[in-house]
């Protein structure tokens, strides 16, 4: 016969399942034919779920970017899919995803004790920015005009030479 019955599935035979939902010391008291008795002590220890949490330094990226991601709550952890990771464990990865891509990180506490927790990076596309110069080509002396189209601002470099840094279209006077 077990004791007590707090988180046992029967009170009575050699195999019973605990459950308890704390850590529990229970007793076995065994009889054998000729009514002599005799006990021992189990302890079954609960220990707690982690509580994994992930933070993003950025979850929209441009292609071509990276963002970290950081995992905490637990003391191991496992991440997938690896696809665009630096790794696939630890506290702090770097994500490069090509296309949005929902990452799973595992936490475990050391006694296989696991949560899990989900983070998407939103991957956006880079514009498909064009220039173009009137005239394409000028005498010493002369400005072409450069025209950007398929952003909403623009900067220019080098500064030399160009009415503006800023904005399309701005009026190029090389020398």
Do not use: E, F, K, R
Not at 3 to 32: D, K, R
Not at 68 to 87: C, F
Not at 149 to 172: E, F, K, M, N, Q
């Amino acid at each position: 016969s077990w004791s007590p019955a707090t988180g046992l599935s029967s009170t009575t035979g050699a195999t019973v399942t605990a459950n308890p939902s704390s850590t529990m010391t229970y007793t076995v008291v065994g009889t054998n034919a000729n009514g002599c008795s005799n006990s021992a002590v189990v302890t079954v220890t609960v220990n707690p779920l982690p509580n994994v949490n992930i933070t993003a330094n950025n979850d929209s990226i441009c292609l071509g970017q990276s963002t970290t991601l950081t995992a905490s709550g637990a003391n191991i952890y496992a991440w997938s899919p690896s696809t665009g990771l630096s790794s696939t464990t630890g506290s702090t990865v770097t994500a490069s995803p090509t296309t949005t891509t929902t990452y799973t990180v595992t936490g475990t506490n050391g006694v296989n004790c696991q949560d899990t927790a989900t983070v998407t990076i939103y991957v956006l596309p880079l514009p498909n920015v064009t220039a173009t110069s009137t005239p394409a080509a000028i005498c010493i002396g002369g400005s072409a005009t450069l025209t950007a189209t398929g952003g909403v601002s623009y900067t220019w470099s080098p500064a030399t030479g160009l009415s503006s840094t800023t904005g399309s279209p701005v009026t190029a006077t090389p020398t």
